[in-house]
């Protein structure tokens, strides 16, 4: 098959698409940075860091925006069909899914930014291990979907669908022992609950960089596999079978 | 304040990892739905051929004209009451194939056909089959109104008085107004029958061809770029009105506009070379074509 974004014989439409991709990559790579800034702000319980995320997500939106208009531009004066059309309707469903991830970010950051105030006692390294665990799980998550889209091979979106949800039993986890440390020392409760709230951000980090790995395969396959596997994922069991064949089609 | 604040267990992937970084996870093939993609160079046609309902069958339809054989082996139902779309690059065979389904290459010297083509299971190939009520079975709409230098009337009265299907005056007027009606030109044209038909607009003239097809009631209409020569308004009015024939009757376009094939048929069939390459519904063949070459000519990938 021909790469998604060359071969016309209309040039100037290879170079549409390009830049069409390459602006999704951009704001990737972008929402990416909120959410590994927004960790380290809270590793770090930068308060100062934590806004220069806050004021950074308008920028990601203004992105959305202006990537949309170029979807609709591109939908009216090419009428794309086949693979143009997946292509465009993907990246304007990732994006959507992209403008998220960077809320989740200045979500935490936000939080980041009350625990920064200086008025209460940091959460301390325990009660913070388990959202770092999991805040790298969901970077890694979304630097594979990144990836993914970056190339558009349907194989890596493939492992990351298919994967089991780490995120979600990691979530878990972290609840229970969150709750552990609240019912040892009652004045953990404030932290606790926030950092409830940052672990479930990056769940939620973690379903988008699912979703954006459902549209990379559906722009490359032209099969709509969303919600296929929820009733599984939902279930905690495992999806993926490690001694499984690697699938080697790159689409 | 929390400047020297120590590294928790943030390792460094987490400012330094790359994009992309292999993981442990194996995908798996199973349940996933994959899309079936056939390479440039196969030729055998791909996607259902057959309609649960067909009115015409082709089976290995071959045609040459002298020593080129510009169809080969074509293989294709057309259904009832369906809009089928032939699209194709000039020279892939598809407006050849066309005029096979009524027999006008009877009529081109050296041309000669091969394979089976019939209509409601018998055989319009066959010796003893007349080609004029085959005509009018299988009607023909052409690229260039070709309206006859006679009144809008005997344009539409024509073919219904040679085919006999008609006893009265008061009755050939009927099906005159009739025809004339589901050709959407009866309001234009009520008062000025009289009038030659090459008086009226290209797109007018179009749709008085139409009303000429249907006035002898034919099982399916052959439109060959039947708006090709027409601006979008008179284009719209024929899209318009093949969405109503289709009610009645089975309709095959050959058109070179992918999107009016998009618009207006329920089923598309794309020719290469003398090949049919791939038929389905048009939705799959314009979200999600399965063949390479498909996919090349609808998005304008042209070698």
Not at chain 2, 10 to 19: A, D, F, G, S, Y
Not at chain 2, 52 to 80: C, Q, T, W
Not at chain 2, 183 to 202: I, M, N
Not at chain 2, 282 to 287: A, E, K, N, S
Request: charged share 25%; aromatic share 4%.
């Amino acid at each position: 098959m021909a790469h998604p974004t060359e071969g016309h014989t209309v040039k100037r439409f290879d170079g549409e698409l390009n830049h069409l991709h390459l602006r999704a990559l951009e704001m990737g790579m972008l929402t990416c940075n909120q959410v590994r800034d927004a960790l380290n702000a809270l590793q770090q319980l930068d308060g100062g860091k934590a806004m220069a995320i806050l004021d950074q997500d308008r920028t990601v939106d203004h992105m959305e925006v202006s990537i949309d208009e170029e979807v609709v531009g591109l939908i009216a004066r090419r009428a794309p069909v086949a693979q143009d059309l997946r292509t465009i309707i993907a990246i304007s469903k990732i994006v959507t899914d992209l403008e998220r991830v960077a809320d989740e970010a200045a979500r935490i950051a936000g939080i980041t930014h009350t625990l920064a105030d200086g008025s209460r006692s940091s959460p301390g390294n325990q009660l913070l291990r388990d959202v770092l665990v999991m805040g790298r799980m969901a970077l890694d998550m979304m630097q594979r979907a990144l990836h993914a889209l970056d190339t558009m091979n349907s194989a890596q979106a493939t492992a990351l669908i298919r994967e089991r949800d780490e995120m979600g039993l990691e979530f878990q986890s972290a609840f229970r022992r969150l709750t552990t440390f609240v019912m040892e020392d009652h004045s953990n409760f404030g932290h606790a609950v926030n950092l409830v709230l940052v672990c479930k951000a990056l769940e939620r980090v973690g379903d988008h960089a699912r979703n954006v790995a459902e549209y990379v395969y559906f722009l490359v396959e032209g099969r709509d596999v969303r919600h296929l596997h929820n009733g599984e994922r939902e279930r905690g069991v495992p999806t993926v079978r490690h001694d499984a064949e690697e699938d080697g089609d790159a689409g | 304040m929390n400047a020297n604040r120590e590294v928790l267990c943030m390792e460094p992937e987490l400012t330094e990892t790359p994009i992309g970084v292999a993981t442990p996870v194996t995908p798996t093939t199973d349940t996933m739905p994959r899309r079936a993609s056939v390479g440039r160079d196969v030729r055998n046609t791909v996607g259902t051929i057959t309609v649960p309902n067909p009115r015409m069958e082709a089976r290995d339809v071959n045609v040459f004209y002298g020593e080129k054989h510009a169809l080969k082996g074509v293989s294709i139902d057309i259904g009832a009451k369906e809009v089928v779309a032939f699209i194709g690059p000039s020279g892939c065979g598809k407006s050849t194939f066309l005029r096979c389904l009524n027999r006008m290459n009877d009529t081109v010297s050296g041309c000669r056909v091969a394979g089976q083509i019939s209509l409601d299971g018998s055989d319009i190939y066959d010796r003893k089959v007349d080609v004029v009520p085959l005509r009018a079975q299988v009607g023909m709409v052409f690229q260039k109104p070709n309206p006859f230098p006679k009144s809008i009337y005997e344009n539409v009265a024509f073919g219904p008085r040679i085919h006999g299907l008609v006893n009265h005056r008061n009755e050939l007027d009927e099906l005159v107004e009739a025809s004339l009606r589901r050709a959407g030109l009866w309001e234009e044209v009520k008062d000025r029958l009289d009038q030659p038909g090459t008086g009226l607009s290209g797109g007018q003239q179009q749709r008085l061809c139409i009303a000429r097809t249907i006035a002898v009631s034919p099982d399916v209409i052959l439109m060959d770029e039947p708006c090709s020569a027409l601006d979008p308004i008179a284009t719209a009015k024929i899209e318009e009105l093949i969405d109503e024939l289709s009610q009645n009757f089975s309709i095959v376009i050959v058109t070179h506009s992918m999107q009016q094939a998009a618009r207006v048929s329920q089923r598309t069939a794309y020719f290469h070379l003398g090949h049919l390459i791939e038929v389905g519904s048009t939705r799959d063949i314009f979200t999600s074509p399965q063949h390479e070459l498909t996919e090349d000519y609808i998005t304008g990938r042209f070698g």
